[in-house]
């Protein structure tokens, strides 16, 4: 009888899922986050649900962690003290950056802040060209002066990015191999090992943030896994990447810059699997919490990853898209659209009379006015409250008594400067938040050149099933999905994924003189590579699944398509469909395509993934009774359809069984969260639990 | 008809998001590094009475380019000359443009057989022909810059002009590039009618028309609130940009603040007359640069479209170099707006002590080149903008080489030139002690060194700030001034901020752009940034003791405490 185990530790709470391989049951229990120390919580949370369950660590098949750990670092500033080392005439790559301020207008902005001081940044005579020829030999005596330099600092951790070092390593291997014999002690990390790819102060940041996170991620794995093996946990350790994969800690110890956006890949993941299970392959994710959502896109199975990424982040009024505020990464990261739309989202008024929902969230204290905990502002749960959607009586299965009171007051407020009146102002809070949460999809889809219409919405997160229901209507998807427990959901998909690897070089390479042999040979090395490591890893090799990708281009353009490349060994008759691929790729996106001109392939990319066997979704079989033992009674519900308040019916989730199905207005309450199906709605109960929700239209 | 807050948020937001997505569009499928990584181009939405309803840009040049140019172009071809599926394609910087780099398409978006606004893109285009590469140099007259195109239907029907277009690339050197980004702005369009169409059908012509007016009204609304709040008063001050490119007379700007009742106006009657040199400013540039001051000394969120538009009064003499007429060459107008801007702030700074910065890099400092590729033939352009130091301010330091007030252009990666271009950047970094010094200090410059190994290359400066560093505020000194360098066989030698050179193989091309203007007296700084400075290498411990007057032991890295007092004690501070 084995298990998995899956610990996610978030701002707030820290989860602890456990799933049953063999019959799919699933234990889910929560602490509250040690931010001082997180692996506290994790200990915590992981003695907590084997205990209360009686399940032995020793019958853990592996334990699968998301964490926050990395990115807390960058953004709270306690990175290891790090120095950084580039080519002769560079020394302010990280310092300069791109250039420009992070917004327009404000006179006391400040520039980025760089990770490592100016003092600690050194220079190495050497140069490469272009096309990685040696130009200026390396003079090994810099490196040797630089390393006793460093020496005298006291710095743990050293980032290397030379130029044009990602099309040839070989100045940079020396510069490695130098300082690790000179500085056993202090990691170092090289770009052309971290993020082989042109554009150096993208390369040099991503190294850099590698160097930084490097000592404090593997101390922290390092620890839990001590403890952990002391309490006779035996199973393969692994993390979750921001990639959507995993990786065990030895590995993420080395490259921890892979793991960033470890905590809200494992939602993505979730819907993914879910959509497999279920024979849903184009899906797009939406997971609404307390003070934000967000959304994914799912296609043919497989999640949407972008490189062009950056931590920290903020997109702020009259900058757009906030690009050039955070630290840019190029590690592949699961393209997700994060928007501040949330159940605390606070609703206020500008100066020019409009009303407005967010970004400002009342969090959890003071919490929405509902919550009585001293908050005075509306928020959208206060709104769905005022509007019938929520059970005061229910909230988190009652654990929050929530006061109807206090919300009113506050909408009226807010009402009464707007000119309107309390219904017409909650509900403008709700469609204030669905429309900005309607552009967010329409940015991770039409954006990105997908119609949503294509896709099924996966609702999830406390808040998400409370505002899919509108969304779906508004963007017309025809099929929404709400899985059970949706607001733990997201901690499922640590226990569904596969272990996986991602590697790229840069190839700069026109497809019509494309040498194949020297594709194929870095294509070989790449696999080997993932191979290797997933061996390590323990997958046994008939469980190694490898992709291949190129990343192309009009020759002359700075923007990538990613294409799937056929399986195998690549051959010149390959090329004509992959060239008609990416035209058609680029008609997709851009609307446009150029037949004749020139096309380059700039990197190629390969996944090794490690096949892990999915446990199968428990049933939750046909009690064979209808919808009216699940009924637990009717309250007055606002639909703006329906024209105003109406008497619909409210379901307790956990008594609807397979095969029932509903049309709506009908409200579906389960502990942490609740789901709106509208009029002209059905909702069917699949043989999982899940609510299956398609307009009566089609 | 009017909108509920609700109805009209929705739309407000849609709105703009079309603007985002064409924005989206062309960055993603543009070919200039200009334009997809530099982000030199900007997207607007207009009603049908031409005003400007949403608008995404990334450069604050960009701000008014939209007010101008669209309404005059479509009055000159004559709306009912087109036609759905039509594009009107103009560069001309005297229907309302700034210089010919810009080019602007316009679509008309028709909507059940009605005409309901139009979209445009404007885009820095790396070449238009002209004199020299990338069409920027110290020209005379307007027609040595380049190609001069009037309004002229480059798309009929949904199909390109193939003509029109012909004629265009033939006066332009990196053509396959320029083709591509044009490509760019017209799928640019094309997703812009895509997206407003589906708002329409969504909401119906009436509801989103209402939308519109009630948007600008709310903006107008917002606008004047935050004009209120700002100082009454008149607020003058005047500069110089430091050369013209021919003649030794710097070219004198007058500027006059006028905060009162009816909101502000800038005035800059008593300006230099414009000059057959390439420093002279459109209209429509000096209009973006009042634009931009506005928007900076009020709240950012207000939108940007007509209703904003609004509020910005300007009165600027025919003639002058803040409002050239026709045939003054403008290539370099920019400069001459980067500077104005920062003469504006100079004379607002008694007035919004808190607020403003002492004098930033004040231009725009192009860098151009372009010849012969060596490894394939083809002609190529080269173009981009450096950064340099910004001002002190009263809370905080000027940031270190960071692009200033109206341009926000991003670098260029090395690796990404050296591969498309044949140059080789062979050192950028920061120009140590070239900060104004000041109780805030302002931010270092930077240097950039263009080395062409194997090529007879074309290069242009066109920048400023060679003879005078960005001025200091409140007893705060001088930034550094900036220096253009040729390294040719071996010779070192100073080159004019606007001249075009022809280089040799071997050459190199060194700019050292100007540190930012320090804020308050220097020797109120505290020693501890300026050690902090020492140890990064920023400013020397010569420069910490005889300009900061603070004594620091350049080895053991500690302030001498003693000495410092009796540094600043002689200087009457203490």
């Given at each position: 009888m084995t298990s998995r185990i899956g610990i996610d530790i978030g701002g707030t709470f820290t989860d602890a899922t456990v799933i049953n391989e063999a019959t799919g049951e699933i234990f889910i229990d929560k602490v509250t986050s040690t931010p001082r120390d997180p692996s506290i919580g994790f200990l915590q949370a992981t003695n907590r649900i084997l205990e209360r369950n009686e399940l032995d660590p020793s019958s853990m098949a592996y334990l699968v962690h998301g964490t926050t750990v990395a990115t807390n670092a960058i953004i709270e500033n306690s990175l290891a003290r790090s120095a950084f080392i580039t080519t002769d005439g560079f020394r302010d790559m990280l310092e300069i950056g791109r250039q420009n301020r992070p917004v327009l207008y404000d006179l006391g902005f400040e520039k980025?802040?760089?990770?490592?001081?100016r003092y600690l940044c050194f220079e190495i005579r050497e140069r490469l060209d272009a096309s990685g020829n040696v130009v200026v030999p390396i003079h090994v005596e810099d490196v040797k002066s630089v390393a006793r330099k460093i020496r005298e600092e006291e710095v743990e951790s050293i980032a290397v990015c030379l130029l044009h070092a990602h099309i040839n390593p070989v100045h940079e291997i020396t510069v490695g191999e130098i300082l690790r014999s000179m500085l056993p002690e202090t990691s170092v990390s090289l770009s052309s090992e971290v993020a082989p790819e042109f554009r150096e102060y993208f390369r040099a940041s991503t190294t850099t943030i590698n160097a930084g996170i490097r000592p404090v991620v593997s101390r922290y794995l390092e620890s839990i896994e001590s403890r952990l093996r002391a309490e006779g946990m035996t199973g393969e350790l692994l993390v979750m990447q921001s990639n959507g994969g995993l990786q065990t800690f030895e590995v993420a110890a080395e490259k921890p810059v892979f793991m960033v956006e470890s905590g809200p890949a494992a939602g993505v993941m979730a819907a993914t699997y879910l959509g497999e299970s279920l024979g849903f392959s184009n899906m797009i994710s939406l997971d609404m919490g307390g003070t934000t959502a967000k959304v994914g896109l799912i296609l043919d199975g497989v999640p949407n990853v972008t490189k062009d990424y950056e931590v920290g982040a903020t997109a702020r009024p009259g900058m757009g898209s906030g690009r050039g505020s955070g630290y840019p990464i190029r590690t592949p990261v699961i393209d997700l659209v994060e928007i501040g739309a949330g159940g605390g989202s606070i609703a206020w008024v500008d100066s020019g009379g409009a009303l407005r929902v967010g970004p400002r969230s009342a969090g959890a204290d003071p919490g929405p006015a509902c919550y009585g905990w001293g908050g005075l502002e509306p928020t959208v749960t206060d709104a769905n409250l005022v509007l019938g959607r929520l059970n005061p009586g229910y909230f988190l299965g009652g654990e929050i008594e929530l006061d109807g009171e206090k919300a009113t007051e506050a909408i009226e407020g807010l009402a009464s400067r707007l000119g309107m009146d309390l219904i017409d102002a909650a509900y403008g809070i709700l469609e204030i938040a669905n429309a900005a949460m309607v552009n967010a999809l329409r940015l991770i889809s039409i954006q990105r050149g997908?119609?949503?219409?294509e896709f099924a919405l996966v609702a999830f997160g406390g808040a998400g099933p409370l505002h899919s229901g509108r969304i779906a209507i508004e963007l017309g998807f025809s099929h929404t999905i709400v899985p059970l427990s949706p607001g733990i959901f997201s901690a499922l998909g640590l226990l569904v994924t596969d272990l996986r690897h991602d590697f790229s070089r840069t190839v700069l390479q026109n497809v019509e003189r494309l040498d194949l042999t020297i594709i194929e040979g870095l294509f070989q090395e790449l696999e080997e590579e993932g191979r290797d490591l997933l061996g390590r890893e323990g997958v046994k090799e008939e469980d190694v699944q490898i992709r291949r990708y190129a990343e192309m281009r009009y020759v002359g353009q700075s923007y990538e398509l990613s294409l799937d490349l056929p399986d195998g060994v690549l051959s010149h008759s390959d090329l004509d469909q992959i060239l008609d691929q990416f035209a058609m790729e680029h008609d997709r996106v851009y609307g446009f395509s150029v037949p004749g001109e020139p096309v380059e392939i700039v990197n190629i990319r390969l996944s090794a993934l490690g096949d892990i066997r999915k446990p199968r979704l428990r049933e939750i079989g046909n009690s064979g009774t209808g919808s009216e033992s699940a009924h637990k009674g009717a309250r007055s519900v606002y639909f703006a359809e329906s024209g105003g308040y109406i008497d619909c019916p409210i379901f307790d989730r956990y008594k609807l069984a397979q095969g029932i199905s509903m049309i709506g207005p009908a409200i579906i309450e389960e502990p942490d969260s609740t789901t709106v199906v509208h009029p002209g709605y059905s909702v069917n109960i699949d043989q999982y639990g899940n609510l299956l929700l398609t307009s009566d239209d089609g | 008809m009017r909108l509920d807050p609700i109805q009209f948020e929705v739309i407000r937001n849609a709105l703009l998001e079309i603007t985002e997505e064409m924005s989206a569009t062309v960055r993603r499928s543009a070919y200039s590094t200009n334009i997809k990584t530099r982000a030199d181009f900007s997207c607007a939405l207009y009603d049908g009475h031409l005003r400007v309803v949403a608008q995404s840009f990334a450069q604050a040049t960009h701000l008014g380019s939209a007010v101008e140019v669209v309404p005059n172009a479509i009055r000159e071809y004559g709306a009912d000359n087109i036609g759905p599926g039509d594009g009107i394609v103009l560069n001309h910087p005297y229907i309302g443009g700034g210089h010919l780099n810009d080019v602007t398409l316009i679509s008309p978006v028709w909507y059940k057989n009605r005409r309901l606004g139009y979209l445009a893109t404007i885009a820095h285009h790396v070449d238009v022909g002209g004199g020299a590469p990338s069409s920027i140099g110290a020209f005379t007259e307007l027609f040595q810059e380049g190609v001069i195109i009037p309004p002229l239907k480059l798309v009929r029907n949904g199909e390109v002009v193939d003509e029109i277009f012909q004629l265009i690339l033939a006066?332009?050197?990196?053509k396959r590039e320029v083709a591509g980004d044009f490509r760019a702005q017209i799928a640019s369009n094309q997703a812009g009618i895509h997206r407003l169409t589906a708002l329409l059908d969504r909401f119906g012509a009436e509801v989103v028309e209402t939308g519109i007016e009630q948007l600008l009204s709310y903006t107008a609304q917002r606008i004047r609130v935050e004009v209120g709040a700002l100082p009454r008063g008149v607020f003058t001050a005047e500069g110089y940009v430091d050369t013209d490119g021919y003649t030794a007379d710097p070219v004198r700007l007058a500027v006059k603040v006028v905060v009162d009742d009816d909101g502000v106006l800038f005035d800059f009657d008593g300006s230099d007359r414009q000059r057959k040199a390439p420093v002279n400013a459109t209209f429509a540039m000096t209009f973006a640069t009042c634009a931009y001051v506005l928007k900076a000394l009020t709240d950012p969120d207000v939108p940007v479209n007509a209703g904003f538009y609004g509020a910005v009064r300007i009165n600027a003499p025919a003639g002058s170099v803040v409002n050239c007429v026709y045939p003054a060459p403008v290539v370099g107008g920019w400069e001459t707006q980067m500077r104005l801007t920062d003469i504006i702030f100079k004379a607002l700074s008694p007035a919004l002590p808190e607020m403003i910065p002492a004098g930033t890099e004040g231009m725009i400092c192009h860098a151009g080149f372009g010849g012969e590729d060596p490894r394939t033939g083809e002609y190529y352009c080269f173009l981009e903008t450096l950064a340099g130091g910004y001002g002190g301010r009263a809370k905080s330091d000027g940031p270190d080489a960071v692009q200033c007030h109206g341009k926000n252009t991003e670098n260029a990666p090395i690796e990404e030139t050296e591969s498309s271009y044949p140059v080789r950047i062979v050192r950028y970094e920061l120009v140590e002690n070239s900060e104004g010094a000041g109780r805030h200090r302002g931010g270092l410059g930077l240097r950039r060194d263009y080395l062409f190994p194997d090529h007879e290359a074309s290069f242009t400066v066109l920048a400023d700030r060679d003879r005078w560093g960005p001025h200091g505020l409140f007893g705060g000194l001088p930034g550094a001034k900036a220096e253009y360098v040729l390294v040719s066989k071996g010779e070192t030698s100073t080159v004019g901020a606007k001249s075009t050179l022809q280089l040799q193989p071997g050459d190199l091309v060194s700019y050292r752009t100007c540190g930012g203007g320090g804020y308050g007296p220097p020797s109120e700084r505290d020693p501890v940034s300026v050690l902090a400075d020492v140890r990064d290498g920023k400013v020397s411990a010569e420069r910490a003791r005889e300009v900061y007057r603070v004594a620091i032991d350049p080895k053991e890295l500690v302030i001498d405490e003693e000495q410092t007092r009796v540094l600043r004690g002689s200087n009457g501070v203490d």
């Open positions: 980025l802040r760089p990770l490592v001081p997908y119609d949503p219409r | 006066q332009i050197r990196s």
